[in-house]
């Protein structure tokens, strides 16, 4: 029996960790969390019968209580109750499906409390890699990524060490504006942002793929998960989303995984890696593929990926910088407050008037993360 714990139950993979749950008997759900979706959460509660689930307030953990006082759970909420989930005893791997840096102290707790991970959170990564994966090491816990790229370049490495690797390609849809320019971008709207052409995610990942910075976030995720220097991840654009990332090795050879725009397949491998089994769906038909496409990013009108590039570079607190910068400005953004390319001028300019530090600790993280919200919001009164 797999014990599984999920933070982000009610999001896009959350719910599909729970659909591998259906078709999988031999998982067991022990603790869910979301943050305000209590009709989902209350479902997913009478379904799967978990020991304990979290809400996000208070007020919300109350009502639960009452809609749920014919079941046998506990109910908690806020970040102590996440805490909870990501530690609960009888889980063996947690699943941080939750959307930002709110996923870092239940990573931190459920490793020092010795649970596998299964990442699909990349804020965790991107602020506090180098703390992340030491403790990891320290604690002998395994990190599975969830990401499709990363599930990617994981899947290709297997049987091959890391002194072999020559280079990492990571792939890019180029999602819904692949090929305009800076002045096609100037006034597209929301609903613009929203329409990937491939894969259906929550908004802010969405965003995050129309500007590009996700696949700026996911080369610093890539230099933490694999340990490899920032120069050797180049992104290339795969707009058909069939490559989902190679990895090159030092004899020429180059290793891909190809497959659907299917985000089960890698939940599902992390969650039982290292057996491959069966999943319902769509299959490749090579029959009717004429032919796979291969362009580079344009990191000149695509400035986020540019942007994440030199965070990586400098090191210390400037990826925590940008990616507090865009989620704040990605918020703003889906409030209709600014422009799309507004986004960009909020990283640069956070990025241009932080005070950076080596070697950050979660405090200052968190500290950085405030005076970059604090920064933004001064910009945009």
């Known amino acids: 029996m797999r014990n599984v714990a999920i933070i982000g139950s009610t999001g896009s993979i959350g719910t599909q960790t729970l659909e591998i749950a259906r078709d999988n008997r031999d998982i067991n759900i022990c603790a869910l969390s979301a943050g305000s979706n209590i009709d989902l959460l209350e479902k ?38 996440l805490i909870e989930v990501a530690c609960i005893e009888s889980s063996d791997i947690l699943v941080t499906a939750i959307v930002g840096m709110i996923g870092i102290k239940p990573t931190v707790a459920a490793i020092n409390a ?19 994966m030491s403790l990891a090491k320290e604690k002998h816990v395994s990190i599975l990524p969830v990401d499709s790229e990363h599930s990617a370049i994981f899947q290709a490495l297997q049987g091959n060490t890391h002194g072999d690797i020559a280079k990492i390609h990571l792939t890019a849809s180029g999602g819904p504006f692949r090929g305009r320019t800076r002045e096609e971008l100037k006034h597209v709207t929301v609903g613009d942002a ?11 990942i969405t965003i995050d793929s129309a500007s590009m910075v996700n696949k700026g976030l996911e080369v610093i995720e890539a ?13 290339v654009v795969q707009p058909q989303s069939i490559i989902h990332s190679m990895v090159e090795y030092r004899d020429g050879a180059v290793i891909a995984q190809l497959g659907t725009a ?4 890698p939940i599902q491998y992390a969650l039982f890696y290292p057996e491959r089994r069966y999943l319902r769906g769509d299959r490749l038909d090579f029959s009717k593929l004429s032919e796979i496409k291969l362009e580079k990013p344009d990191m000149d009108t695509f400035l986020g ?11 210390g607190l400037m990826p925590t910088v940008l990616n507090a910068a865009n989620e704040k400005a990605v918020a703003l953004f889906l409030q209709e ?16 008037n932080c005070v950076n530090m080596e070697n950050p600790q979660l405090g200052d993280i968190f500290d950085m993360e405030q005076w970059v919200y604090n920064f933004i919001e001064s910009r945009c009164r």
């Open 44 to 81: 997913q509660t009478r379904e799967f019968k978990p020991e304990l689930i979290c809400i996000g307030t208070y007020e919300l953990a109350e009502e639960l209580k009452l809609r749920l006082k014919d079941v046998d759970v506990r109910i908690t909420y806020g970040m102590d109750g």
């Open 114 to 132: 010795g649970k596998d991970i299964a990442l699909a959170n990349k804020e965790t990564l991107v602020t506090a890699g180098h703390i992340i």
């Open 194 to 204: 929203l329409k990937h052409p491939n894969w259906s995610m929550g908004k802010k």
């Open 223 to 235: 230099r933490w998960l694999f340990d490899v220097n920032p120069d050797d991840i180049n992104v």
């Open 262 to 265: 299917d985000m089960r397949l």
């Open 305 to 315: 990926l540019k942007y994440a590039y030199e965070a990586i570079k400098t090191g």
């Open 337 to 352: 407050k600014i422009q799309f390319l507004d986004i960009y001028t909020l990283i640069r300019e956070s990025m241009d």
